[in-house]
């Protein structure tokens, strides 16, 4: 027990607490004893709220983005950073295109880069889904991120569709305000390219559907479900699997009269599959071999690190990239060892599943378990029991593997609210105070970006993931690019204490006719072929591993003359030196 407060830093301990979050959730148990005061005010407003079901999706839908918005003068629209936001990005342009792959660069081995391929096809190695969104952005506002903004606004919205078919009105429409509050303009899933809310909103059609499949039976559910089965299927492959396992476990042992509706999902499904074999033959040259598997093929299963009790991250990487580091935690493969390890690393994990919760939900956590009674929410817990030991086997985590569950992370929040309600309404309006509180709080701060208050604060911000700065080596190194006129080849030369994460040659689906191209410096022999193939480009050099950056026009080492032989004095005689 007493291991839970050994450290105040966020991740340090077993829950991923910081300082803030111990704070927080002490005010919560402390304000849930109390019971004198009485029901707030707004609860008839939102029950008549609650009740328009068609408001109540605008609102949510617009809540979000619109919040967002408002915080666009100190964070402004996020540039990518990290090789998973540059390979959706580069499956957003290769659609822009019209087409799922891109053929192979003559000179290839110039723009060797993470998660991209060059052969047989130049590119990503992702699934469609997340691309096609950034590209629906593009073409309709003209921004990727638009269409990072369009997923959040599906994820909140469906939120509360899902709920409704799980809970009463005023509930639904408190989830999808959590939904808001934790998955919104705060959340790394809206300020980012690697996406989470469009795997979460498909969560949401299938984990909505389900429970109006098996009282009504209607063809309009299962149309929602075989949409939500095939958007995730396009966003994440694997996870899929275990989704649609889960799907079929909530009709058992009583599968009568789901023929029609498993018949009417299977067709809507179909698009999907399709569209997945298809990518898979025009980037691999097979409809079978996903472009990620290929991938592992040509270069291999990335590196792996053995668990640890308590693993310490190197010193030199940002909490972010801690946080990384550690989830990225694998068990030995061969030995006696292998079913311990893969326990040590799910109960690793866990702590990162907090990213669902804020800190005054983990009360609200404790009354779930009286609903276990009820057999659909035993199936719940089997679902995320299902997902947690599914994504254990990959070598490497990320919160957003475990998108699908988002909305029954939020079910899971608002059944305990609604379990401690009937116990002390009070107590369950207290805790939905308390997270409102929170979002409002963090989210002023973050409007008077640069105040005093605001520097005071903000390094005790726990998991909140807006972009604080854009990267600001890339947004500088951007800035004097764009004031250089015409085409630009930018040869990348990184030093020996290089970080390989930290990688800069990425380029657009059309390496050609972009206008910079970034290349590999592969030394003055090689890179000779490049200028060769572009002399209409004029070449520059980066050094990204300098402070700040080093930008300069690129110009061959010069040859160095070979030494001058120094003469040899002749050997000394007896009679000289004596």
């Known amino acids: 027990m007493f291991d839970l407060f050994r450290s105040f830093l966020p991740l340090q301990n077993p829950i991923g607490f910081g300082a803030g979050d111990f704070l927080e959730l002490t005010v919560a148990g402390i304000l849930v004893l109390l019971t004198l005061v009485s029901r707030p005010l707004l609860e008839p407003y939102a029950r008549r709220l609650a009740a328009k079901t068609g408001w109540c999706i605008l609102l949510l839908a617009l809540l979000p983005v619109g919040l967002r918005l408002a915080l666009l003068a100190h964070h402004p629209v996020p540039t990518p950073d990290v090789y ?19 053929p192979a660069h003559p000179l290839s081995q110039f723009f060797e880069t993470f998660f991209v391929l060059q052969q047989p096809t130049y590119s990503s190695i992702y699934p469609i889904g997340q691309g096609l969104m950034l590209a629906l952005g593009r073409w309709i506002f003209g921004l990727p991120w638009a269409g990072v903004l369009l997923s959040t606004a599906a994820l909140c919205t469906l939120t509360y569709w899902m709920l409704r078919a799980w809970t009463t009105p005023l509930w639904s429409l408190l989830g999808g305000l959590l939904a808001v509050i934790e998955f919104g303009p705060l959340n790394p899933w809206m300020n980012n390219y690697w996406g989470g809310s469009l795997a979460a909103a498909a969560g949401c059609l299938v984990f909505g559907a389900l429970p109006r499949i098996q009282e009504s039976r209607r063809s309009r559910d299962a149309v929602f479900l075989g949409l939500g089965l095939g958007v995730h299927l396009l966003v994440r492959p694997y996870e899929s699997v275990l989704l649609a396992l889960t799907a079929i476990l909530f009709f058992t042992p009583n599968f009568r009269g789901l023929l029609k509706p498993a018949t009417v999902a299977f067709a809507v499904l179909l698009p999907a599959l399709g569209l997945t074999l298809l990518q898979n033959e025009r980037v691999t040259g097979s409809w079978t071999t996903l472009p990620y598997m290929l991938s592992r093929y040509q270069y291999g299963v990335p590196a792996t690190f053995t668990v640890q009790a308590d693993p310490v991250p ?20 061969t030995g006696p060892e292998t079913v311990k390890s893969f326990l040590l690393r799910l109960e690793y994990r866990v702590r990162f599943y907090r990213f669902f919760f804020l800190a005054p939900l983990y009360i609200a956590l404790l009354f779930f378990f009286p609903a276990l009674g009820a057999s659909r929410f035993r199936w719940v817990v089997l679902t995320l029991v299902i997902f947690a030991l599914g994504v254990n086997f990959y070598p490497f985590f990320e919160v957003h593997y475990l998108a699908a569950l ?39 701060l973050h409007l008077v970006e640069g105040s005093d208050v605001s520097l005071a604060m903000e390094q005790y911000e726990t998991w909140d993931g807006i972009n604080h700065s854009n990267p600001l080596r890339r947004v500088l190194v951007k ?39 970034w290349a590999r410096d592969l030394g003055d022999a090689e890179n000779e072929k490049l200028l060769r193939y572009y002399p209409d480009r004029t070449a520059w050099r980066l050094e990204p591993d300098a402070t700040p950056p080093k930008l300069s026009r690129y110009a061959p080492s010069p040859t160095k003359s070979p030494p001058v032989p120094t003469p040899t004095p002749p050997p000394l005689r007896f009679e000289q030196v004596r």
Do not use: M
Not at 84 to 102: I, M, P, Q, S, Y
Not at 417 to 441: D, I
Not at 487 to 515: C, G, M, S, T
């Open 84 to 102: 998973d936001e540059f390979g959706h990005l580069l499956v957003a342009d290769t659609l822009r295109h019209f087409r799922f792959a891109n």
């Open 314 to 333: 190197h010193r030199d990487l940002t909490p972010q990239q801690q946080l990384e580091y550690k989830s990225q935690l694998s068990f030995r493969t």
């Open 406 to 444: 988002t909305c029954l992370f939020v079910l899971v929040s608002i059944t305990g609210l609604r379990q401690l309600s009937r116990w002390s309404p009070l107590a369950a309006q207290l805790v939905l105070f308390l997270c409102v509180a929170h979002f409002v709080f963090w989210c002023t």
């Open 479 to 517: 800035r004097q690019l764009g004031g250089i006129g015409g085409k630009l080849l930018v040869f990348v030369r990184y030093w020996p204490q290089h970080h390989f994460q930290e990688e800069w040659v990425y380029n657009e689906a059309d390496i050609d006719q972009a206008r910079i191209v």
